[in-house]
């Protein structure tokens, strides 16, 4: 999975490097290991300005700027806190596109309404395109994490 993972991330480099565009990262359920898929491409620093880990709620809030009325009415793993957190990427960095990833790995924390495996991501344009999607992954917490990370960055394609 992890030459899967930077053969993704350089392709993705390359459309992002020839279109002088820039990334964020906002994650929660990944910890991160999108911004590491992604830097770990040499010279990603010419086109991933920041990622921004946000496992808490408060994280979230203070760092993105998501509503706490999001958080309380529609939970952190839902579409309207995955929505909201791709655009404090934008809000709170430099760059042209954010993604944000928002889900339950498990093992616990799963709900009969959110089980284990759901993940929110949600892509945002500086210009206003956004697109938000529910996706239901199987397999033990590194492969729902891994999963996220393809999916997140496979996403990204949106913009091209």
């Not at 994650?27 to 920041?50: H, K, L, M, N, Y």
């Not at 498990?106 to 993940?119: I, N, R």
């Amino acid at each position: 999975m992890e030459s899967e993972l930077f053969k993704l991330a350089e392709q993705l480099g390359r459309l992002l490097k020839a279109s002088g565009k820039t990334i964020a990262t906002a994650e929660s359920c990944t910890g991160g290991w999108i911004a590491q898929a992604i830097t770990d491409v040499p010279g990603s620093s010419a086109w991933f300005d920041r990622g921004f880990v946000t496992y808490s709620n408060a994280a979230k809030v203070q760092m993105l700027g998501i509503s706490v009325q999001i958080l309380e009415d529609s939970g952190a793993v839902s579409a309207e806190a995955a929505t909201e957190m791709a655009a404090g990427a934008l809000t709170h960095s430099n760059a042209d596109i954010a993604v944000a990833v928002t889900g339950i790995a498990g093992p616990d924390g799963g709900t009969q309404e959110k089980p284990v495996g759901t993940v929110f991501i949600a892509w945002a344009h500086k210009n206003g395109a956004a697109k938000v999607v529910k996706k239901q992954f199987s397999g033990n917490r590194r492969q729902i994490r891994a999963q996220t990370v393809k999916s997140a960055i496979e996403g990204m394609w949106l913009f091209y």
